[in-house]
Nanobody, 114 residues
């Protein structure tokens, strides 16, 4: 069994910064791929950023240059540093860990006011 626990998020004004953290624990052996996704009402969940077990990163075009994903391999944690936030970044953000199957965090709301 794998547990994914998220922290961070909240309310920020446009142009501000927030940080989201995610920790995966349980039946994990080695470094695992992890990522952040987001969802707004009526829309499908979309990729924000992900990092492979080798440390390769991918970003959605909408967040490139503003968001940074990085990890602590020893702790199987991943952090999403979000800078220059925009109102359109408002969403529920979910962390995903892939360990033979996909495991999701419960989601955290990020609200960016204009």
């Amino acid at each position: 069994q794998v547990q994914v626990v998220q922290s961070g998020g909240g309310l920020v004004q446009a142009g501000g910064s927030l940080r989201l953290s995610c920790a995966a624990s349980g039946s994990i052996f080695g470094i695992i791929p992890m990522g952040w996704y987001r969802q707004t009402p009526g829309k499908q969940r979309e990729l924000v950023a992900r990092i492979s077990s080798a440390g390769d990163t991918n970003y959605a075009d909408s967040v490139k240059g503003r968001f940074i994903i990085y990890r602590d391999n020893a702790k199987n944690t991943v952090t999403l540093q979000m800078n220059s936030l925009r109102p359109e970044d408002t969403a529920v953000y979910y962390c995903k860990a892939t360990v033979r199957a996909e495991y999701w965090g419960k989601g955290t709301l990020v609200t960016v006011s204009s």
